[in-house]
């Protein structure tokens, strides 16, 4: 227990003084946003916990930056970090039994609150069914 208990504590520091330091050196380059994020079911709109969400900085042509953010969702489907800095921001949201979930946002406002959709997954798509596409004969 004791053991595990440092274990837990060594972590914290860690992610405690990376988070601290990548908003830090974000606070130097313009204004920052503090991000919200909701992750809900399509189907119902019940909160999905325990969701990976994964901000990535994105560059100018489209392409993913080195570093990344990753956070967790409480039981409300619920999750928030301060120091984002504005620009290009993709989000990409996994959780089991969902599709995974990306898009890109601007960020361009001191707060703003995201929603996620996530759906279930879809059925396999197979080459061998007919799925109405098939040419009409003339």
């Known amino acids: 227990m004791n053991r595990n208990l440092m274990m837990v504590t060594a972590l914290a520091i860690v992610f405690g003084f990376g988070t601290a330091g990548l908003a830090a050196a974000q606070d130097d380059e313009g204004p920052t946003s503090a991000l919200r994020f909701v992750v809900v079911r399509d189907s119902d709109g019940k909160p999905v916990r325990n969701a990976q ?20 969702t409480d039981a409300e489907g619920r999750t928030n970090v301060d120091g984002i800095p504005y620009g290009p921001l993709r989000v990409q949201v996994l959780a089991p039994h969902f599709q995974t979930f990306g898009e890109d946002y601007e960020i361009n406002k001191t707060e703003m609150e995201i929603t996620v959709k996530l759906k279930h997954p879809g059925g396999q798509y197979s080459v061998y069914e007919n799925h109405g596409d098939e040419k009409k004969p003339q």
């Not at 930056?65 to 956070?71: D, H, N, T, V």
């Open 53 to 72: 969400v994964v901000l990535h900085p994105v560059k100018r042509k489209g392409k993913q930056a080195k570093g990344e953010i990753e956070l967790k």
